[in-house]
């Protein structure tokens, strides 16, 4: 906030400008200001003048406005060492520029310094008595012609005063060169179109902690502000860049107040103790700073790790008994220390002229002696020494002394100044130096000092490009702004009791460079009982395997961690969806990674598949064993009279169904999905087709044993049977061949049945194909069933109708029970289902057929004769 009002404000720059007009038209008597302002400074006469606007005292009083009588001039008290120190910097850089024989040789710059008392009005006082040559010595001539009062300003420090003088001044394009502010509001070059700054702009200073709080993993942070333009601006950048990029939230933002505010700073530690955030940034100045912190300590708020901004990092207010085990351990961002040859030896020639009566008041350097000596110059106060008072001599050594005056180990602020002092000496360096005819301006013409406009100097400001003697380039970007560069500090807690602000690392950016984050994490003091980093998160980050699912009305940064579901993966840390894994995996037991699916299939290696194996083996050795022993036996009457040629061919079908068995074992291939249905199609035709010609030659035999039924066996001879068998199982290879042909049986991996295993089975193709294969089948069972059934008590010696319609009924059985639980079952049961119909009915079959005849063949001989078998016969 700005320390009087707008329309003050306005009426003072339209009093300004109006001199300005009426300068060159009037004597030069007639444009001096009706009022004097009593301004504390410092002032040596030159060529060419440059101004300057400092932080000497702390504080300032203005008068009560009555409106009845003469106000009084405003005063400032609290003298400010370090800010005497930064304006006698200035004052060393143009001696030095003075001495230099290479840099502005024929011209001798001057200097006008003002103490703006750390007060906007106050300070805008100064720069408009600078720039409108309130003093006698810096006024212009009749003619207009000549330097004007200043042709350039260092400073000033606040952001908030940069801002309100440079608005002004850029109406003139009076260059202004700030060493201290670096609110983002200022590098916009349309509202401030003649300001530059040897600091960098806030805008880098929060990209700088943004890398540092990425650097640690902080991304649950408070922010804490001052209530000005710094502040602000600040809060702003640090929002979008931190927050609207997704990188952290802000736990809280708070603005602090200007003065002294018990009731609100107490406000604000309440919400600090109570919020989850461990770190805590601050952009304000040391003013709004040790406020807070004097509350701090009185709640005793602890275990907060504290991110200072450049304004009060370094600032040797807070590094006390009582301050230092709640702020010891802090990290910040501080302007480049940068070291300056020959400044102590000029500081220490820093003594009063008792003999220089100044005319705005007593002058600077007497209250810094006054400060720093405790005594008063003649005429002292009254009752000054009757206190107990020391008068000044003016011979006090200043060595003899403790000052942070003296103190030049760690020089920011002061080689800011000594940057801006340079910047301007060298653009009007490189002014002078312009040849005519080839300069720059209308007509290639050159700027002069007798006729020197500040817009000029701007021109040749914008291009300036030198090095330092500490090795660091100055130049100026299109806002102005300077090649940034920062120290990171941190506040390191000594046994003594004692803090010492330790160097631990530096961000910057060069011209062909993004940010660069140098960092020494072991050298940084944490003010923890760990030793180590806190934490600072508002949400633990979710692992691999979860998902980050955001809380209602809650910041981005607290959310939960859920489980990625059936089928899904997360393999990063926060990851914000899980993805599904590619159609042949599945998700690990932690979800972090796809692993392959189990593959799931009848092998010969599981124990049903071995069952099945070794079942399969065993009937098609049974059927071996029982050919061998019918080849052997062939001539006995049993053999003989139940048809041997059939018998044979049956049992070999048999075998074949056995075998064909072993087709659905293993991993499906398109060739075994192929053959697997047709070779038992066509296995189980050939051996009901023999069944069927057995039991219509039984019917035919029997007949033909009857009276004038010999007519009957000349359709079932040898010729026949074979005939019949072929053509019933040639339709059955038709079938096959058809289906295979038009949609053909392939391998498939289901994974349908589970979600984490891929079943590898054989699609028949085509469903009707399947259908009419299993279907011929059943007609051919059925029609055996019901001949044989027929048949069924004709006599013994001439009959197997008995045992062909009981295995028939087997049969039939086995496989109407197939179709359900085929349909039903998953994966590789459904083709154990099919396995295990197929070994059944060829069992069922083998044994109905085969078992009583082998029983008389092998254990009862003696009913293996034609005389038993006739006997029978006879008898039936």
Not at 860 to 875: C, L, V, Y
Request: aromatic share 12%; net charge neutral; charged share 15%.
């Amino acid at each position: 906030m700005w320390a009087f009002s707008d329309i003050t404000l306005l009426l003072l720059v339209y009093f300004m400008l109006s001199c300005f007009h009426f300068s060159c038209a009037l004597p030069a008597s007639s444009c001096q200001l009706l009022e004097e302002f009593h301004l504390s400074g410092m002032h040596k006469a030159g060529d060419v003048v440059l101004g300057g606007l400092f932080e000497i005292h702390f504080f300032s009083v203005f008068p009560d406005l009555s409106f009845t009588s003469e106000p009084k001039q405003p005063t400032c008290h609290g003298l400010d060492t370090p800010g005497f120190r930064h304006a006698m910097t200035m004052a060393f850089a143009i001696d030095k520029i003075n001495r230099n024989s290479n840099l502005l040789p024929d011209v001798t710059l001057g200097y006008s310094l003002y103490d703006n008392c750390v007060n906007l009005a106050i300070g805008f006082r100064a720069a408009l008595s600078l720039v409108s040559g309130q003093e006698e010595q810096f006024m212009l001539d009749e003619t207009c012609v000549g330097t004007p009062p200043v042709v350039g300003i260092v400073g000033d420090a606040s952001s908030t005063h940069s801002v309100a003088i440079s608005s002004v001044l850029g109406l003139y394009r009076v260059p202004m060169v700030s060493y201290f502010a670096t609110c983002s509001c200022l590098s916009d070059r349309q509202k401030f179109p003649s300001f530059f700054r040897t600091i960098p702009s806030d805008a880098f200073q929060v990209r700088a902690m943004i890398q540092i709080l990425n650097h640690f993993g902080w991304t649950w942070v408070g922010l804490l502000t001052s209530d000005d333009d710094y502040g602000l601006h600040a809060a702003r950048s640090f929002q979008s860049d931190f927050v609207l990029s997704g990188g952290g939230c802000l736990a809280y933002k708070e603005a602090l107040p200007s003065s002294n505010g018990r009731a609100e700073l107490r406000r604000i530690v309440d919400v600090m103790k109570k919020s989850t955030a461990r770190v805590v940034i601050v952009f304000a100045h040391e003013s709004n700073v040790i406020n807070l912190m004097e509350e701090v300590v009185r709640q005793n708020v602890t275990g907060l790790q504290w991110i200072a901004s450049e304004a009060w990092i370094a600032a040797t207010m807070f590094h006390t008994p009582r301050m230092v085990p709640h702020l010891a351990g802090t990290l910040g961002i501080a302007i480049r220390r940068g070291e300056i040859p020959g400044l102590r030896e000029f500081l220490l020639q820093t003594h009063p002229d008792l003999h220089h009566n100044n005319s705005y008041g007593k002058g600077l350097v007497k209250q810094f002696w006054e400060y720093t000596f405790q005594c008063r110059f003649a005429p002292p106060p009254a009752g000054w020494v009757d206190a107990g008072g020391a008068l000044c001599t003016g011979q006090e050594d200043l060595e003899s002394v403790e000052t942070d005056f003296l103190d030049v180990s760690d020089l920011r602020p002061e080689y800011n100044v000594y940057k801006a002092v340079y910047a301007l000496a060298y653009a009007l360096d490189d002014m002078l130096r312009c040849v005519p005819g080839r300069g720059p301006f209308r007509g290639h013409s050159c700027g002069s000092l007798k006729e020197l406009e500040p817009w000029q100097l701007v021109y040749y400001l914008e291009k300036v490009n030198f090095t330092t003697p500490f090795g660091d380039q100055v130049s100026f970007d299109e806002n102005g702004d300077a090649l940034p560069i920062y120290d990171i500090m941190n506040w390191l807690w000594l046994p003594d009791g004692t803090t010492k602000l330790q160097n631990v690392g530096e961000v910057k950016k060069s011209a062909f460079k993004s940010e660069e984050l140098t960092i020494d994490a072991d050298k940084i003091y944490w003010n923890f009982e760990s030793k180590k980093p806190p934490r600072s998160v508002c949400s633990e980050s979710c692992p691999p395997g979860t998902r980050m699912a955001r809380k209602k009305g809650e910041p981005v940064c607290c959310f939960d961690c859920i489980p990625c579901s059936e089928g899904k993966i997360s393999n990063e840390t926060n990851s914000l969806e899980c993805t599904s894994c590619p159609e042949d995996f599945w998700p690990s037991l932690q979800r972090d990674h796809c692993v392959p699916k189990e593959t799931e299939f009848l092998s010969y290696h599981e124990p049903l598949g071995i069952c099945l194996t070794a079942t399969s083996l065993l009937g098609t050795c049974v059927c071996a064993v029982v050919l061998g022993i019918f080849i052997c036996h062939r001539r006995t009457p049993i053999v003989r009279a139940n048809n041997s040629e059939l018998s044979f061919q049956l049992l070999l079908s048999l075998k074949l169904c056995f075998m064909c068995s072993l087709l659905f074992i293993g991993r499906p291939t398109l060739w075994t999905c192929q053959l697997r249905h047709a070779a038992f199609g066509i296995s189980f035709v050939l051996c009901i087709s023999c069944i069927l010609v057995k039991t219509v030659v039984v019917l035919a035999v029997f007949k033909a044993s009857k009276p004038g039924g010999g007519a009957s066996l000349k359709w079932f001879g040898a010729m026949q049977q074979r005939g019949t068998v072929m053509v019933l199982t040639s339709i059955q290879a038709g079938i096959c061949t058809a289906w295979i042909v038009s949609a053909s049986p392939a391998p498939h991996k289901n994974t349908q049945y589970y979600n984490d295993k891929i079943v590898y089975e054989c699609v028949v193709g085509s469903t009707v194909g399947f259908a009419v294969l299993l279907g011929y089948i059943g007609f051919l069972a059925v029609l055996s069933f019901l001949i044989a059934f027929i048949a069924r008590k004709l006599p013994d010696s001439f009959n197997e109708a008995k045992l062909i319609t009981f295995s028939m009924l087997i049969f039939c059985a086995v496989w109407v029970a197939f179709v359900p639980a085929y349909v039903s079952s998953p994966g590789k049961y459904a083709d154990a289902v099919e396995v295990f119909a197929i070994l059944a009915s060829s069992f069922g079959l083998l044994v109905a057929l085969f078992g009583p005849k082998c029983y008389i063949i092998q254990l009862r001989p003696e009913r293996n004769t034609k005389k038993a078998i006739m006997g029978r016969g006879i008898k039936t």
